[in-house]
């Protein structure tokens, strides 16, 4: 009785400061547990079970999360340079100088939501003989949404550390003194994170009755996106010999979200290119949204991408910034809108008509408001920056991510002219939007099938930066070629310190993934760390 009235007393205090995801005070969620222990005497009605399915989502939400999120999928890229605002820890994770020390690379935000889907999994069926109203569906509907928060946290982490614990009973413990060695990332995590995916794709519905909770919460398109990415990486190891059958699962995801649209109350489709960056990501919640975290200026506010991408208006000083290699991917062709919706500087044409390149860069995706107006010329005072009560939503899948996870699938299983042409039509998609249709891909200039593979993966780079994805993408690339110089060679070029000792790094697989940090380590004695940094420490 007394631990009931705990979270009673909890509860009530929550309420009362009205911190939530979509908007405060909402009927998903006001009331829900402040950790990631939630005792068994909490579970007692339906309403019990949706408080603790969004205290996923709100945990998500910490800036520890997308903030990891950034520096383990962008940051290391060639998409990214540190500014002089970065910490030391910063510059050595971009300079691949890592050490189990470096405290970004820290997972245990990611566990603690880990931690409470478990804990939902295991104790909301019970709920299903307490609560009378508490139907079938909806219970399937809330296991969905924490299979797939599972699956997604364990897939950031597996594509960054590689081998981790794999752990899917609750703690019951406040302190998680979990004991528990690493699994194997290819042979245990992702065959099950593909098999609850599966299942999650059974029970999720197809939409929420708010248009905001259908991009902000788990649907089957969040799975079948999800799923795909999961494919698509599982593939990409060069010892799968299922690696075939994987790319055409990925397509099949793919194809299950695209001709999926007529579920929705408001048609999901592609957002035109004079509207995108607004409707995309300043406004959010578009109708080319998958799955985005929802935050919320009145709840919990966004406060990663201000830190690390930097708000003039907030006071922000970036930490990282785009480098020149990828504002000159934009300049291919002259029209390539995506280099002033995503990118601030100050943008000249040479007296030839030609774009003189700028010296510096600023993050504009995420915490800008309005891009110039113009293309070419245009200053880096003409854009303006969200106001400090203005928060950016975390976008985890979009069309966009949809069409060239598609491409990327189609082009490793392509062999004919014809399927080149789709791959190449495809990538087209986002192209085409992002050039308002003054420009486009063309068959004749990839001539080959490794060429059309660098296009795809260069315009999900144009199309993607920014966004989390950069670093997975290039160790796909590393995975699918059982080498790191193809990968490597893109980031060099965009390297802008001494190369001799940054190579030299990276010319081993396992560099390319994480230490497995000290903290962990020590609360955990089960762990080992992973072999290129028990080498380097030794």
């Not at 690493?182 to 042979?187: F, G, K, T, V």
């Not at 309005?370 to 976008?395: G, M």
């Not at 000792?501 to 762990?527: C, G, V």
């Amino acid at each position: 009785m007394m631990k009931t009235m705990k979270y009673y007393l909890k509860n009530i205090f929550l309420a009362a400061s009205c911190l939530w995801l979509f908007t405060a005070c909402n009927d998903f969620l006001t009331l829900y547990p402040e950790d990631d222990i939630v005792d068994d005497e909490y579970w007692e009605t339906g309403e019990d079970v949706q408080s603790v399915v969004a205290s996923c989502y709100r945990f998500m939400l910490e800036d520890n999360v997308i903030s990891r999120i950034i520096y383990w999928g962008e940051a290391r890229s060639d998409n990214m340079d540190y500014s002089t605002s970065a910490s030391t820890d910063e510059q050595y994770l971009k300079d691949a100088n890592l050490l189990s020390s470096n405290g970004l690379v820290t997972w245990g935000d990611f566990y603690k939501v880990i931690n409470i889907c478990n804990k939902v999994i295991k104790s909301a069926p019970a709920v299903r003989d307490r609560d009378a109203n508490f139907t079938e569906e909806r219970l399937h509907n809330y296991l969905a949404e924490v299979y797939t928060l599972r699956a997604l946290c364990y897939f950031y982490l597996v594509r960054s550390f590689g081998d981790v614990p794999y752990v899917t009973e609750p703690s019951e413990s406040e302190q998680q003194d979990y004991q528990v060695a690493q699994s194997s990332a290819d042979d245990v995590i992702v065959p099950a994170l593909i098999e609850d995916l599966k299942l999650a794709e059974e029970y999720a519905p197809e939409e929420w009755p708010t248009e905001q909770y259908t991009r902000g919460r788990i649907t089957k398109n969040g799975v079948r996106a999800l799923l795909a990415d999961v494919y698509l990486w599982k593939a990409s190891d060069v010892g799968n010999s299922e690696a075939q059958a994987d790319y055409r699962s990925c397509v099949e995801a793919c194809d299950r979200v695209l001709y999926n649209q007529a579920m929705y109350e408001t048609e999901m489709m592609m957002v035109e290119g004079n509207r995108m960056y607004n409707s995309v990501f300043y406004t959010g919640n578009s109708t080319e949204a998958v799955f985005e975290l929802n935050f919320d200026k009145d709840g919990k506010m966004n406060g990663a991408t201000a830190n690390l991408y930097g708000n003039t208006t907030k006071g922000k000083s970036a930490h990282f910034e785009p480098t020149a290699q990828l504002f000159n991917t934009y300049l291919d062709v002259q029209y390539d809108y995506r280099a002033r919706d995503f990118i601030a500087a100050t943008v000249e044409a040479g007296s030839d008509g030609s774009v003189v390149p700028p010296t510096s860069f600023k993050v504009f995706k995420y915490e800008g408001q309005s891009p110039a107006l113009a293309l070419v010329p245009h200053t880096s005072d003409e854009y303006s920056y969200r106001a400090s009560t203005s928060t950016a939503n975390w976008i985890f899948y979009r069309l966009s991510d949809i069409y060239l996870m598609k491409a990327e699938a189609l082009a490793e299983l392509a062999v004919t002219d014809d399927e080149r042409k789709t791959v190449i039509s495809l990538c087209n998609v986002t192209y085409k939007r992002a050039t308002m249709e003054m420009d486009s891909l063309e068959y004749a200039d990839y001539p080959s099938m490794d060429a059309v593979k660098a296009m795809v993966l260069q315009e999900r780079q144009r199309e993607l930066c920014f966004e989390g994805k950069r670093w997975y993408d290039l160790l796909r690339k590393v995975r699918r070629e059982g080498a790191t110089a193809g990968a490597y060679a893109l980031l060099e070029k965009a390297y802008a310190r001494e190369v001799s000792t940054y190579k030299a790094r990276l010319s081993n697989p396992e560099a390319w993934y994480l230490p497995i940090s000290l903290t962990e380590m020590n609360a955990n004695t089960q762990l080992h760390q992973n072999s290129y940094y028990a080498m380097k420490e030794q």
